[in-house]
């Protein structure tokens, strides 16, 4: 069963009430309490605001000697709640030698309201117990206001030559965020803490980097797969934590890159790709939660059947578990793809492809379980013309292979009428696929070198876009997603990426898109993060402008370069045309002295007021063996 707890809304957000719960130091705090409470030979909870289910999903309350649960809405009256039968609050004075349990954060104004209704003697308890130090609030004032929890958790691991590094921005100074701060700890495979640190930010937006090797190095840790919890203190604008995340080696033979967990833990995942002969797939499942994984919560099953199979392990809070594909699943087998039931005890999930001679790492999707078929959507071409759509790059031919897989994203998706558009670096179409009306058990994959065998174009790049065919069928509800794989000709390396679709550049709206990155729809509008190589590494950078509808003929594109501290030293213009692509390294963009001045820890922002583009970053190791790609993230 899933735990019941509220996690994200796609209207309303994230909510914050899991992360307060979870959070490794309120953990702490809530086995001393559970501690006070059990001593209690008779106890009553008072769940105003219906908080309850969700600390006792996290932590174990059968101990409890629970005579009563009350509660203040008269809607709830007679709900079961942990088997007991809700009352009103006007009963409590019937319970006059039981302790009292608030489960309410900021429980001040309802221990004031029931004042009358106390006895004299009474033990009282709240959830604000849990709290943290006001020093690590943005609003101490409102406790669950998500800008105290801007938290994410990230696969660490420093192992056997294997590293990691993180690398973000302080962001929210753009949005005004003074004395911000990083908290961050660090758990090992078993959940054990092993190192817990605060890292005072500038009040300007600047490069922030963790690496493992500089961890392992400060703390004098042994090697350490797990989890890093991080925590940044004092944000405004928004309470989403972005990274990029690299896993490389000593001689850069290795290199793999990935980005933010969605913060999050959902029930499922999909878009799983399952091992080709000669691979290994292993998924990492990172508990998310203060309370263990029990056996038989954890599954996989091909896309599309309900024969499941379930993990037959507990994994403790905080713990790290690699799962391998063919212990649940051994007859599964690349273009299958895989869903994962996952019980909302993990944030989204990376998954790594391994071979004999190449490893690459990237992460599942959250599957909707809410969603239902939009049929608005598919009337709606005369006004968004292309809709929804999924732009991804197609890589210089000459040097790599682009594989296109449909993945299936929520649970209602039965079918998926799917149409793939091939596009040149100028926005010219140069050919189309039809996939048909896919049903959900349906896993293809695209072979780009069969679609596009007979065309010559520009520069040997472009670009295509997923978006809904509504010729085949007409089932959508705008969360059309794929999986991407490209792979070099010669050294056989390869790189995943997934994302989902939106409606971009035009200035109708339909819901929540064209989606903003902080303020209403249309997001007509780009800021995009990219970090770069250290060392030798190359960096290369593919911008996307796609078009819902035909916007500005080209884009007005500023790539800014920032040196560690958040100064910029130059910028450079691009101008892409409406519906193309621009493919450029950094090392050609910017000159020798210019990226001297910026130094080792810069990085480069992509701005563009006129449009809203998507981009692709990568890196390619001196040797030119290996490569990454992945999306950029904006903010």
Known sequence: ???????????????????????????????????????????????????????????????????????????????????????????????????????????????????????????????DILRLADRMLANPQQYLDPLNFATNFVLFRESQNLHTRLTTANYWAGYGAKKASLWCTLFDESGKSLAQWQTLLSDSVH???????????????????????????????????????????????????????????????AGLPAPRAGEQVTLWIQNSQPCPIPKGEIGLNLMGSEEIEWLDKEIPPFATYPLQVTDLLPHAIWPEQLEIRAGKYFVRPRYEVMTDHSRRIAHANVERVDLVPDNKISHMSPWLGKGYLLPAPILPRSHWKTLVMPTPMATSQQHLPIKLIAYDPSGQIIASHCFGNLSRNQSVTLNLDDLLREFQFLHDYGHVELVYDFEVGTAADGWLHGLFRYEDREYLWGADTSFGSHVFNTVLTYKNEPQSYTGSPPGLTTRLFLRLGRDSTRTFCHLIYPASTPWHPYSNTQIILYNQKGMEIVRKQLMIPCSGSALWYYDDLFDAQERAEAGAKAYIIVRDTTCRLFGYHGLINAQGTQFSLDHMFGF
């Open 207 to 269: 490069t922030i980097t963790i690496d493992s090797q500089e961890v392992k190095q400060r703390f004098k840790l042994p090697d350490f797969t797990g989890s890093l919890f991080v925590h940044f203190i004092n944000v405004a604008g928004h309470d989403v934590v972005k990274y990029a995340l690299d896993i490389y080696d000593d001689n850069r033979s290795i290199l793999s890159s990935t980005h933010d967990a969605n913060a999050w833990p959902a029930e499922r995942y």
């Open 1 to 127: 069963m899933p735990l019941i707890i509220d996690t994200f809304h796609q209207i309303q957000g994230g909510q914050s009430l899991v992360k307060a719960l979870g959070h490794p130091l309120a953990a702490q705090k809530a086995h001393q309490l559970l501690k006070l409470l059990v001593q209690a030979q008779s106890m009553v909870v008072y769940d105003p605001v219906g908080q309850f289910q969700s600390f006792a999903a996290l932590y174990d309350v059968s101990k409890l000697n629970i005579a009563a649960i009350l509660v203040q809405k008269t809607e709830h009256i007679g709900q079961v709640v942990q088997g007991h039968t809700t009352q009103p609050i006007t009963v409590l004075p019937h319970y006059p030698d039981s302790a009292l349990f608030i489960a309410v954060f900021d429980s001040g104004v309802y221990q004031w309201q029931i004042q009358h209704l106390l006895s004299p003697k009474m033990p009282l308890f709240t959830l």
